[in-house]
């Protein structure tokens, strides 16, 4: 268990819907990202936020948006969705701190968009 | 632009022998790598890292190996065993002001056959 908590699970929506993904980080973690990995894909960084506000931003659609809540805990919105946003979507915390970089990743949200 | 690729999909390796993974990225600001291991229906984990200032890193059956000059790590795992199956990501990561993400590669599937 990396203490990093996706909910939900599984997901499956149609097309043109909105969806949110929730994330909560480990205990003590400030920061948090988001990574889409789509079918034999690797991870594509989507968007970081760090204590409340967005750090770095990736190759993430304007149809998608994110925010971190002051008790850290992070939401990933998706709307108009489209047959093509189906795929896993992690979450990761880790603590920002010099060279210690390593991410714990949660075990992820399928969106299938049918 | 794939700032960091894994040119091997899969690697399929008799048990208890070598398997070598590699790496190569090409912007000169990243300074610290890592290896995550991915089971099916899990997210990501963290597997061994290295920082720029060396060129080994070794922890148990692990050893990262880091070329600066060439732009090239490689993650040996000795001996193998069946339960090393999964896919394994490589991720390179630079502090900036931006934050610390992890830009990942496409992943090799290792598959260690009894």
């Known amino acids: 268990d990396s203490g990093v908590t996706q909910t939900p699970k599984h997901l499956i929506t149609a097309t043109g819907q909105r969806v949110t993904l929730r994330c909560s980080p480990r205990?003590?973690?400030?920061?948090v990202y988001w990574y889409q990995q789509s079918l034999d894909q690797g991870l594509q960084f989507l968007i970081q936020?760090?204590?409340?506000?967005?750090?770095a931003k990736g190759n993430i659609l304007e149809r998608f948006s994110a925010q971190q809540f002051p008790d850290l805990h992070s939401e990933l919105n998706l709307s108009s969705l489209e047959l093509g946003d189906s795929a896993l979507y992690f979450c990761?915390?880790?603590?920002?701190?010099?060279?210690?970089?390593?991410?714990?990743f949660g075990q992820g949200t399928r969106l299938t968009v049918v | 632009d794939q700032q960091v690729k894994q040119n091997s999909p899969s690697l399929s390796v008799q048990e208890g022998r070598i398997s070598i993974l590699n790496c190569d990225y090409t912007?000169?600001?990243?300074?610290?790598f890592l290896w995550y291991k991915k089971y099916p229906a899990e997210g990501p984990t963290f597997l061994i890292s290295?920082?720029?200032?060396?060129d080994k890193n070794e922890d148990g059956r692990f050893t990262v190996f880091l070329n600066k000059s060439a732009k090239h790590l490689s993650l040996h795992i000795v001996p193998s065993q069946p339960g090393d199956s999964a896919v394994y990501f490589c991720?390179?990561?630079?502090?900036?002001?931006?934050?610390?993400?992890?830009?990942f590669g496409g992943g090799t599937r290792l598959m260690v056959k009894p």
């Open positions: 990761a915390s880790s603590v920002v701190e010099g060279m210690n970089t390593e991410a714990f």
């Open positions: 205990s003590g973690d400030l920061s």
């Open positions: 936020y760090y204590n409340g506000e967005e750090r």
């Open positions: 912007n000169s600001m990243f300074d610290y």
């Open positions: 290295i920082s720029s200032i060396k």
């Open positions: 991720a390179a990561s630079s502090y900036n002001n931006a934050g610390n993400m992890l830009t």
